[in-house]
């Protein structure tokens, strides 16, 4: 089997994060692996150790060049190897442009399966994993709360997590996977794997030696204005009356 | 004048309230078609309880392909329409499904695609409040139909009644929609209480609560509440993950959001601190969901929330 993972280099989940001219700026924050690909590249990683030698783990990022700070981590967790599409004509790319790009190197890499988080913590979108699936035309099975895969019958088969209940769903390769926080515990790279991942392969590839033309995206940013902070709010300590205080609070705001 | 489609949203054949949001919304800015996706026979018992709300007309799409192929066969139906009607505006509800079927429209349509918005205008400009709420961002579509996913909850449903025209249709998945099959679904059994997303009032526990949510069962229930917890809580299998509220769980923006024992984590916070009011019980006065809190108590939720659960009851009868 040949499975990709999509990781995305994220703003800390802590840092306060600000808007320059209609764009996210990336620049003076703290970046990190979106912890939410961690569990991605995890359960590939599971996945290939379940399954013995001969299958390999790449991962895929499109962004800055410093997102190979990212990379380094998903490569120190045991992923064999990387590509990193990174580009100019690439900034403030949309959810289309960069599922697009993503697609695109997938479908030329000969992969059975692509492992993907359930969202990025600083867009937010959720859409990337479908958009990928519709894009190469393969089954989608996202939002995976356990994912079993016979590679001699080309089979998966996933429980995805509804608003609704717990669906089961089978497919065939080759498949997008998207996997919930609950589907695993991430390993912390070990130092034997954060020195061996040095020695890991990282292809940079320019948005030329991809095959996709930068187009502008197709939505865009009118305004953006920073909110006033919550103002800071009444807070007692309860000394047996705590209850009844809060009933007032209720009253006094007409909730009740 | 132009037309808005909207993407009829329910569960266990009742129509959410949701859709009457989406019906308001897409009004403001055409004539708003909504899109009823059922199973064969279900479709007109779901149109029917489409009566409220600025809509022009209701359109059944029915095919058992939904049931059983998902997001990948809801989004080549709308696709297909989208396709043929070019509609200046696409609305859905901002679930983890409806972003899912919206982002396979918005590649096959060739259609620009903004998620998460609380708002819409008349000219399609939609509001989001993004980084943990503390900015406002306006934007719009500049290509295709402007599909735009509007979180349950943020605008205020016209409920005046109407009596749109329906008509009915049936469809096909191709092979492409259905290469992922479900082949069975165990439905999570849905108490009384009002649906996590669309509740004014929701009251939320946490590690807090040791596994005991009585206290807080009950003052949501003197409240009229939903009930959510805190990923620590579900983790724990005190609650089930769908009434998760955060980062990995649902985002609410209720009237008013009752965080019980619930120490404030920034990935809680991401799905709740748009909520226009937050009360916090917690024993611990250095708990950080103080920080965002309108009216905080530090004491032990086992004491506070009886007590304003009685106190409630006492001001209502
Ligand atoms: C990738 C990822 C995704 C995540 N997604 C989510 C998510 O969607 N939603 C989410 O909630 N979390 C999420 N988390 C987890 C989050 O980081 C926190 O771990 C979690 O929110 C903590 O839950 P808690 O506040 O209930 O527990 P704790 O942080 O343990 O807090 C419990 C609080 O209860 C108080 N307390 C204890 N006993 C009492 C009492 N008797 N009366 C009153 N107060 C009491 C304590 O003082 C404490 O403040 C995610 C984490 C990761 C890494
Ligand atoms: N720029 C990117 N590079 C690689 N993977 C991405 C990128 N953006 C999104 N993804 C993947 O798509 C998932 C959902 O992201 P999103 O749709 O942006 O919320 C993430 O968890 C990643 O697995």
């Known amino acids: 089997m040949k499975i990709a993972v999509c990781v995305k280099q994220v703003p800390d989940s802590w840092a306060e994060k600000k808007m320059i001219s209609g764009l996210l700026d990336r620049e003076n924050v703290d970046a990190v692996l979106n912890d939410l690909d961690e569990y991605a590249v995890e359960e590939a990683l599971r996945i290939v150790e379940a399954h013995g030698e001969g299958h390999t783990v790449t991962i895929i990022s499109m962004g800055p060049e410093r997102a190979t700070e990212a990379v380094r981590k998903a490569l120190s967790m045991g992923a064999d190897n990387a590509i990193v599409i990174s580009d100019p004509a690439l900034v403030g790319a949309d959810a289309l442009m960069t599922s697009k790009v993503l697609a695109t190197t997938i479908a030329s890499g000969g992969f059975d399966i692509v492992l993907c988080g359930t969202e990025s913590t600083d867009a937010r979108m959720s859409v990337v994993p479908a958009m990928l699936a519709q894009r190469l035309g393969w089954a989608q099975l996202t939002f995976a709360g356990s994912v079993v895969v016979d590679p001699a019958s080309s089979a998966i088969q996933i429980t995805r997590v509804t608003d609704a209940g717990l669906d089961t769903m089978k497919a065939q390769f080759p498949a997008v996977i998207s996997v919930i926080e609950k589907i695993n515990e991430p390993r912390y790279p070990s130092f034997k794997g954060i020195m061996a991942a040095k020695k890991k392969t990282i292809e940079m590839r320019p948005l030329a030696t991809v095959g996709v033309d930068a187009v502008p995206s197709w939505s865009a940013v009118n305004d953006s204005t920073p909110r006033p902070a919550r103002a800071a709010g009444i807070k007692l300590v309860d000394g047996g009356s705590g209850g009844n205080a809060l009933v007032d609070f209720l009253a006094d705001k007409k909730i009740i | 004048m132009s037309e808005v489609l909207i993407l009829a949203e329910y569960s266990q054949g009742i129509v959410a309230k949701t859709t009457t949001e989406l019906i308001t919304g897409g009004a403001r800015a055409g004539q708003v078609t909504v899109v009823v996706l059922s199973d064969v026979g279900g479709g007109e018992d779901l149109a029917k309880q489409i009566t409220q709300g600025p809509a022009t007309s209701v359109l059944v799409v029915e095919s058992n392909d939904f049931a059983q192929y998902g997001v990948a066969a809801a989004a080549e139906a709308i696709s297909n329409i989208v396709a043929e009607r070019k509609p200046a505006a696409l609305l859905i509800g901002s679930s983890a499904f409806g972003k899912e079927v919206a982002g396979r429209v918005a ?163 991401a799905g709740m601190q748009t909520s226009k009011m937050i009360i916090v019980v917690n024993k611990d006065p250095d708990a950080p969901i103080f920080e965002i809190a309108d009216f905080g108590v530090v004491g032990d939720l086992f004491a506070v929330l009886p007590q304003a659960s009685d106190g409630v009851r006492a001001r209502k009868s």
């Open chain 2, 107 to 269: 590649v096959a349509t060739d259609s620009g695609i903004i998620t998460d918005a609380v708002d819409v205008s008349a000219q399609l400009v939609a509001t989001q409040l993004v980084f943990g709420g503390s900015t406002t961002v306006h934007s719009h579509v500049s290509h295709g139909t402007a599909i735009i996913t509007v979180r349950p909850n943020s605008i205020t449903a016209d409920v005046n009644p109407s009596s749109p025209a329906m008509s009915k249709i049936t469809f096909d998945a191709s092979a492409q929609a259905k290469l992922a099959e479900v082949v069975s679904s165990e439905p999570f059994v849905k108490g009384g209480r009002p649906e996590l997303t669309e509740a004014n009032i929701v009251v939320s526990g946490g590690r807090g609560t040791n596994g005991d949510f009585v206290a807080v069962e009950t003052f949501a229930d003197v409240l009229g509440a939903a009930v959510g917890a805190s990923r620590a809580a579900t983790d724990a299998g005190w609650y089930p993950h769908a009434l998760q509220v955060g980062q990995t769980g649902k985002t609410v923006s209720p009237q008013l959001y009752v965080a019980c024992g619930i120490s404030g984590a920034i990935q809680h916070r």
